[in-house]
C-alpha cells in the first residue's frame, strides 16, 4: 500500500543497547521528519532529511543518529537508549519544505526503554 | 522566537455541543503556514488544514471551520455539533520559513472529550 510505514510499531529495550526505528515512504518526497511525542511537549523534531544523504539536526537530536541513503527510507537509530528516550516516535514526509509542503505522518512506534 | 499555544489542555463537551479549541502563535515572518492535525486514540495524527498567512479568509469543511485572525495571530479551530467521533487530541502547528525552513512547531494539543 502507498503511504508512510513505521517498524516496529511496539518495541522494549533495555538501557545501553542500541536501537532503530525504520521509516518508508512510497510517495517519494524530498522530504522527511523524525519526531518524539511526550506528555507535557506536544511533537517535538528531532532530525529532518531534504533529500537523500542531506540531513539536519532538530530540536532534540542528542542521542540519536540518522541516515538517508534512499529516498525512501529513513532510520532513526538510538545508539545508547536511556530512560528518556521512552517515547512515541513520528516520521513524517512531505514533497515540499517550508510549510509549503504539508506532512504527512506513519503511525507511530511506541518505544519503552527500561 | 516562534511559540504555538494552545492554552486548552483538555475539553469535555456532550454531543452536538458547537467546540472552539484555540491556537496563538508567535512569529516574526510576513510569511508563514499554520496546520491542524487531528490524533485519535488509534494514534495517528490525521492532516486537516494548511493555511499560509496571506490567506484570511475563514475555511469550512463540514461539521470543521477554522477562524484565521492575523491580528490577534490565532488559528482557531471549531467543530459545530459535535460527535463522539471528534473525540481526539488536536495540534496547531507553525511552519515559518524564514526562520526555520523545514521545520513545523507544535503546539501541546488539546485533548478533546465528547460524551454521548
Known amino acids: 500500500d502507498a503511504g508512510i510505514t513505521q517498524s516496529p510499531r511496539y518495541k522494549i529495550t533495555e538501557t545501553g543497547r542500541q536501537v532503530t526505528l525504520m521509516c518508508h515512504q512510497t510517495?517519494?518526497?524530498?522530504?522527511m521528519f523524525w519526531y518524539r511525542q511526550d506528555l507535557g511537549h506536544g511533537l517535538r523534531l528531532i532530525y529532518y532529511?531534504?533529500?537523500?544523504?542531506?540531513?539536519d539536526k532538530g530540536e532534540v537530536p542528542d542521542g540519536y543518529v540518522v541516515s538517508r541513503s534512499k529516498t525512501e527510507n529513513f532510520p532513526l537509530t538510538l545508539e545508547s537508549a536511556t530512560r528518556s528516550q521512552t517515547s512515541v516516535y513520528f516520521c513524517a514526509s512531505s514533497e515540499l519544505a517550508g510549510g509549503l509542503g504539508t506532512q504527512y505522518f506513519g503511525p507511530g512506534t511506541r518505544l519503552t526503554v527500561l | 522566537a516562534q511559540k504555538v499555544t494552545q492554552a486548552q489542555t483538555e475539553i469535555s463537551v456532550v454531543e452536538k455541543e458547537d467546540v472552539t479549541l484555540d491556537c496563538v502563535y508567535e512569529t516574526r515572518d510576513t510569511t508563514y503556514y499554520l496546520f491542524w492535525y487531528k490524533q485519535p486514540p488509534s494514534g495517528e495524527l490525521v492532516f486537516l488544514i494548511r493555511?499560509?498567512?496571506?490567506?484570511?479568509q475563514n475555511e469550512i469543511s463540514g461539521r470543521y471551520s477554522w477562524n484565521f485572525q492575523k491580528s490577534t495571530s490565532s488559528f482557531n479551530f471549531t467543530i459545530t455539533a459535535s460527535q463522539v467521533v471528534d473525540s481526539a487530541v488536536y495540534f496547531c502547528?507553525?511552519?515559518?520559513?524564514?526562520?526555520?525552513?523545514?521545520?513545523?512547531?507544535f503546539g501541546t494539543g488539546t485533548r478533546l472529550q465528547v460524551f454521548p
Open positions: 502547528a507553525l511552519s515559518d520559513p524564514a526562520y526555520n525552513t523545514d521545520k513545523l512547531i
Open positions: 493555511r499560509n498567512s496571506f490567506d484570511e
Open positions: 532529511s531534504a533529500a537523500a544523504d542531506i540531513t
Open positions: 510517495w517519494s518526497h524530498s522530504y
